[in-house]
């Protein structure tokens, strides 16, 4: 078993027709990158760096310590591509000094649709542009790219690219070293995958949080156990919004995979494959299984009765269905 796994670790993630599928590890924290690798990921596609803001009282992480802890996942992965997202936070993830945040929790607003991910970003300038000082050095010492929570806005876009260019001054003037990035957006509020053409006039790729573009989508707070049963990732609804930002970042040429739940879940490899996914990112004990499924997958036979599923009011019979019926396995 344990030399069928090896062996698998090194196994290129290659569909029966011959489609190169790329398989991404999420993290945490740089201690987490030796796993991804130890995994076979062949890249981070997401670091939440708000774990790295978290659970430490009233204090966060300046530049050089946030720095430090960019360039050490990103020598941890020898070259491999690092996603670094820009800190999350709000939400299911607050910071111990967003007291107004929690104010407002205790008033019965939702902080779900509050000042959460980017929009936090955005309303602390200062510190938005430090974080992305601290990932533009760190692309010195490899591939890195950012990666934008929640973008919802073609403000905030402009304000992004600003910040950004406003924090390459800054380093351009004290003389610091920084890499060249891509700059990707995460798709994850409904109103982000119904412009993914014109975000991606700006952004260099997409990725979609697709547990977050669930919760908007079907209004189901993930945290509320009372409306958990609602929370259907195969929602039409949730699929269709899926299928056309893989076919729109396809169409424009640009990279996109996703990295929510959805991506480490081997019932729905064969839909995404067949909606044009070449790129999933995930919890790095999901990949062997993932692979496994990969490696089974013709992508074309799925490709001809997508419409089918996606139109159907219980796409997940019908897939099952399909996969079942005369297809070889
Ligand atoms: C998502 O929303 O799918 C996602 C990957 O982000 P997070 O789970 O960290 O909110
Ligand atoms: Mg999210």
Known sequence: ERARLDRL?????????????ELLANIEMPGDAPSALDAGAVGVGLFRSEFLFMNR???LPGE???FEAYR???EALQGLPVTIRTVDVGADKPLERMSQQELRHEHGLNPALGLRAIRWSLSEPGMFRQQLRAILRAG??????ILVPMV???????LIFEALARARQQLDDAGRAYGPVEVGAMIEVPAAALLV???LRHFDFVSLGTNDLIQYTLAIDRADEAVAHLYDPWHPAVLQ?????????RQSGRGVSVCGEMAGDPAFTELLLAMGLRSFSMHPARIASIKQRVLRVDTRRLAAHLEEVLASDAPQAALTQLQAGSWPH
Do not use: W, Y
């Open 72 to 74: 050490a996942a990103v």
């Open 57 to 59: 009282g009233g204090d």
């Open 9 to 21: 670790r090194h196994t290129p993630a290659v569909t029966l027709d011959g489609e190169v599928v």
């Open 152 to 158: 919802a806005q073609m403000s905030e876009v402009r």
């Open 64 to 66: 050089e310590e946030q």
């Open 140 to 145: 010195a010492f490899g591939k890195v790219r």
């Open 197 to 199: 053409e014109r975000f």
């Open 241 to 249: 919004l899926i299928a056309r930002t893989i076919a729109c970042a």
